[in-house]
């Protein structure tokens, strides 16, 4: 196995910031089914391919770690950050998955907010990955992860008042647990955006 020692262009940003701009492409299409009012087939398995997109570039990722001798910041954090931006489709994997098995209603109010917070999640996400080269632009990057740490505190909220809800005013307590699990599994992507923060401020930390 060649080993670049001093490697002319490795594209480690380039990489997780494709592995970023998926996550984006997801929300955005997770919204749009909201639109649509239906999770079917054809749309959990679009969510599906692009999951799938998401674990083709963080194998790529370890693929060059594995290839490269001299990497533009530590490799244990490009590691790390490469693997959490993969939770993070996983888990939206997961709330598609979910909701097509539980054939579960896409308009409910609780969850669009989620999806809502999770894309808004995601587009601070894309832009911190984005600049995070740029220690120019440190300050704004952390803006970025500010933000994401905002809307996870957000997601917590959505999260009690949407439980709160369900004890409430639904009656089947089969959808009671099926809208709980949706819940806790969309609160879950917003912890994982803001897992992908942490690891970026502390990159940040590092190379300021």
């Known amino acids: 196995m060649a080993i670049n020692f001093i490697p002319k262009e490795v594209k480690f940003f380039d990489y997780l910031n494709l592995q970023a701009e998926n996550i984006v492409t997801a929300t955005g299409y997770f919204k749009s089914i909201l639109k649509n009012g239906v999770m079917d087939e054809t749309s959990a398995r679009k969510i599906h391919g692009l999951e799938h997109e998401g674990d ?49 209603d896409p308009g409910d109010e609780y969850f669009s907010q989620f999806i809502d917070t999770i894309d808004q999640s995601a587009v601070a996400l894309s832009n911190a990955v984005k600049h995070m080269h740029d220690t120019k632009r440190a300050r704004r990057v952390l803006d970025h992860c500010i933000e994401i740490n905002r809307l996870e505190n ?13 004890f409430e005013a639904v009656k089947d307590p089969i959808m009671v647990i099926k809208w709980k699990e949706m819940y806790e599994v969309a609160e879950g992507t917003l912890d994982k955006c803001e897992h992908v923060a942490k690891v970026i401020e502390s990159i940040l930390v590092k190379h300021g």
Do not use: C
Not at 69 to 81: H, Q, V
Not at 154 to 166: F, M, P, W
């Open 154 to 166: 957000v997601g917590d909220q959505i999260r009690e008042k949407a439980i709160s809800h369900l």
């Open 56 to 104: 083709t570039l963080s194998h790529e990722i370890t693929d060059m770690l594995n290839r490269t001798f001299i990497t533009p910041i530590d490799r244990e954090d490009i590691y790390a950050l490469a693997n959490q931006l993969d939770d993070v489709m996983d888990m939206l994997n997961a709330m598609a998955g979910r909701m097509k098995l539980y054939k579960l």
